[in-house]
């Protein structure tokens, strides 16, 4: 090109005098060039048929369709065709069929003028083979610039790859033997994680590490890994290294490798051929590991159940692997030493149940260890790393002492000095602790470190506090017989321990149940009127409801209280414990912090033992109380006594009759005592043997009391009716040798009891007459009912039939002002939804009358006979519809059919703005073990919570009736029916995340019977 440039160059300077010969002279230069593109498309393209040819990578040229134009000998020699029965195929013949669709998207790409970078594609040969190629094509375009025919580059890159594997086969080992190196705890667990992970990532079923002990002689498994669990382990027990029966054996002994597919071992390995095939081993490599002096340290051995090439080029790489393991394993030797010489100081460390620390003289941490985590509930790390420093751990009333103690430490060299003080938990709880600390100095006596011991002290602190309070509770409680007294000495003693600074005690009256409060301290009544004030959220009520102690924090308390008097009291912490006696609840004591935000753990047992001790001083406060007044009413009643008491012999003879003797049988004391009247002829003849047969009884049973009411004959003659209580009287031997009892005139009792009997039949007989009554009403309503239905349905039939008439004729009239159409058909809607109304009360009004059956349900077949009614609308949407398995049920088939049509019918309608509407029908267990859980959820709309308590009113709806139709009736009729057959209905939603509707009803059981039974 750049010789014509210059021929016209030189043409142009020649000739320009001379426009004709210009004329001339330029046609002959463009025929000139001309001939010379000719001449250079020529060359190009014999050029290019060289490279067409020559190139290693197989070339094919494609045409817009897909189909081949051409393609090189090396298309053809990979592909394993002729060349020329591949021209004119489409090039998806050639291709793995998954991979069809990405290839015609490809060639969409391409022919939209989009670059395409290098992409991989996996083609197969004419005998199946599949094989990865690499592809570079672009679009040939013609002379106008439109797209031409598709050439493309493809290279195999099979063994590329298998190098990539391999490499990256190497790197995982490395990594493997290196992180075992690094983690492994022991030899053990060095080989198990070593051996582990090479059989997997080098491809074998089964390995095993043995490990030579020097001293026996013997090669010890230490480790194996079997991933083929059906095939039996090799041989696992230790065995001599001059055992002739095992290949690893002779690999030790011989110190060389030996591989199952090298031709120079089969003759080595011949004798084992035979126990090779009882174990089904098939190939197999074991390689020995010999430390920088070739002394034998280990075996290792990798074993396959399956034919398995060894390829030569790869013992390279296992003699690096058994090098790198053979590193790992002496550095874990060592380490093992290094470990075993530290054993005593390691069973020091385990053992201490303290903290031993050193610092610098300035405090700067130089270790913690010990039980660090467990007694201050940080890291030794953090504390190392002063987050937090120590001294804001230590609590703020002994901030002080501590400082002080500590600075006197640091500036005396040689110092010993010992203190018990507190700090405050990670977690917040307190610990008491005693620690020890020394300055430590160098000969010059200048001070170089502080070490010391810190042992945890509080269960000693909190029982050395605990007998204090107890005592103190003790003596007071021992003297005080007024129960406020007591329990004013004791909240005062309670509120000494640890954080507890106030409280209160409630006190449960017996009569009414009420809990009063009884005692505060530093409260103020407005907080302890409020904190008893029923509330499911008080934790003074969640204490009184689960009978256990209720702890609150500053947080807790906030929200379940009254924050503004929560701040009024600057309370942190609150405990409500409820206090115990004989498994009753008799009182509440509350307990608050000002100081701390929890009540630490410990604190908490403290005051659960102290209530105990509560409990018991209100319990024997009480019972000297009842005590005394069981005494005063005692002497009251021996005074006051309006019945008989009495004592008989073994022979029901009186010793003594005494209290209202005469008033009630008209004889004194003297007479039936001396036996001027005997007791026999004052009881009525009717009456006298049951009598004696239930003494009898008393006497077989002498634990029971007796009581019998019976009529007596008074000395004028009149028939009264007594009440007799008495109890057996046993002698030393245990025999029945009387009788203690006492008497009671029942005769106006009897004469009520009779007045009764006749109201209560009268009162029978009018229960019958109101039953009828009610019955006829009943059926005067659902005459009513079904009467109204009719009469209204007429007029709205009516109204709806003139409205289709007057839409009919203005349909017809030209110039209708369209407002006029829309108010007809506004009619119409109407008239519809009201008829919708009337059915859906007619049936809501049913549901309380129709007579109800149970029978056993196939809940089954009952989901799918629903289902199949929404065939068509299951058929024209996109809804999945899972069904769960549904056990048979007890019910009435018709109703249980009715609030399944209402459910599924709702959860189709709310999800009909969903692309795929998701409906789940299933059960769940139910807290009554007779019954199950039904639910039915969808990925609908759903509803707001907030507004939950109108979901099952008649006529309250939570939509729009533009955006969902309805009436507002179903689900209170849906409700209704699951009521009356012994079940509850509830619902649980979110906006936009769908709605589950549960409902529980009666399951059946095997034994019950497919019968009607009428409800």
Known sequence: MVKVERKKEESTNKNSKDPQMNQDSSNSVVT????????????????????????????FLIDLDGNYIDVNQRAAEMLGYNRHDMIGQSKINFIVEEEHESAKEKLEDLLAGRIIPIYTRRFKRSDGTVFPTEINAAVVQDEEGEPAYIQSAVRDISERLEAEEALERERRAYHLIAEATIFATDITDLGQRIISGLTHILGFDASTFRLYDSNTGLLIPVAQEDFIQAVPNPDVIPQPLE???????????????????????????????????????????????????????????????????????????????????????????????????????????????????????????????????????????????????????????????????????????????????????????????????QNICDENRISIYIQGAINDISERKRTENMQIIQQDLGISLSSITNLKEALDSVLKATCRIDVIECGSIHLVDKDTGILNPISTKELSKEFVDKISYYSTESPFTKAILTGQPIYSDFNDLTRDIDEKIVKNEKLHALANIPIYSEDKIVAMLTLGSRTSDTIPINTRKTLEITSSIIGGAIARIRAEFALRESDEKYR???????????????????????????????????????????????????????????????????????????????????????????????????????????????????????????????????????????????????????????????????????????????????????????????????????????????????????????????????????????????????????????????????????????LVANALKFTKKKDIAQIEIGTMPSKDPDKITVFISDNGVGFDMKYYDRLFGVFQRLHKNEDFDGTGIGLATVQRVVRRMGGTIWAESEIDKGATFYFSIIKASEDDEDQQIKD
């Open 636 to 902: 009251t009643f021996v005074q006051n006594f309006q019945g008989i008491a009495y004592r008989l012999n073994h022979l029901n003879e009186l010793l003594f009759f005494a209290g209202a003797v005469e008033e009630i049988t008209g004889y004194t004391s003297e007479e039936l005592v001396d036996g001027k009247s005997s007791r026999d002829e004052i009881i009525h003849p009717y009456d006298l043997e049951e009598l004696n047969q239930k003494l009898k009884e008393s006497i077989d049973a002498p634990s029971n009391i007796g009581k019998h009411e019976y009529r007596i004959i008074t000395k004028d003659g009149q028939i009264r009716w007594v009440q007799d209580i008495w109890q057996p009287l046993k002698d030393e031997m245990g025999a029945v040798d009387g009788f203690l009892g006492s008497m009671h005139n029942i005769t106006d009792r009897k004469l009520a009891q009779n007045e009764i009997q006749k109201l209560y039949q009268d009162l029978e007989r009018r229960v019958e007459d109101r039953t009828e009554q009610l019955t006829a009403t009943n059926k005067e309503l659902t005459a009513f009912s079904y009467s109204v239905s009719h009469d209204l349905r007429t007029p709205i039939r009516h109204i709806g039939g003139f409205a289709t008439l007057l839409e009919k004729r203005i349909s017809s009239i030209e110039g209708v002002d369209e407002k006029i159409i829309s108010y007809t058909q506004k009619i119409n809607d109407s008239v519809e939804e009201m008829n919708k109304l009337i059915d859906g009360l007619l049936t809501f009004s049913r549901m309380s009358r129709v007579e109800m059956v149970r029978i056993r349900i196939n809940f089954t077949e009952l989901i799918q006979d629903v289902l199949n009614d929404y065939q068509v609308e299951l058929g024209n949407r996109k809804i999945d519809v899972t069904v769960s398995f549904l056990p048979d049920v007890l019910g009435d088939p018709s109703l249980l059919r009715l609030v399944l049509v209402n």
């Open 243 to 437: 055992s002739p029966d095992h290949i690893f054996a002779l690999a030790a002994r011989e110190k060389r490798a030996l591989v199952s597919t090298k031709f120079e071992d089969r003759k080595l390995l011949a004798p084992f051929q035979e126990k090779m095939k009882k174990l089904g081993i098939h190939d197999f490599i074991t390689w020995p590991l010999l430390d920088g002096n070739n002394r034998l340290l280990g075996v290792l051995q990798f074993i396959s159940y399956k034919p398995k090439e060894i390829p030569e080029e790869d013992m390279i790489f296992f003699q690096t692997i058994a090098r790198m393991f053979t590193v790992a394993l002496e550095r874990k030797r060592a380490e093992e030493k290094l470990k075993e010489s530290e054993e005593k100081y390691r069973s020091f460390a385990q053992n201490f149940q303290g903290i031993a620390y050193r610092t610098k003289i300035d405090w700067t941490p130089v270790f913690f260890h010990g039980a660090v985590k467990e007694i201050t509930g940080y890291t030794e790390d953090e504390l190392l790393f002063w987050n937090p420093r120590w001294e804001k751990i230590v609590h703020p009333n002994d901030t002080e002492y501590v400082s002080k103690m500590e600075n006197e430490l640091r500036i005396i060299p040689g110092n010993v000095i010992e203190l018990e003080y507190r700090i405050i938990r990670k977690d917040g709880q307190i610990r008491w602790i005693h620690e020890i600390s």
């Open 32 to 59: 000139d060039e001309i001939d010379i593109l000719k001449q250079e498309l020529i060359e190009t393209e014999r050029k290019a048929l060289g490279l067409f040819e020559l190139t290693n990578d197989a070339i």
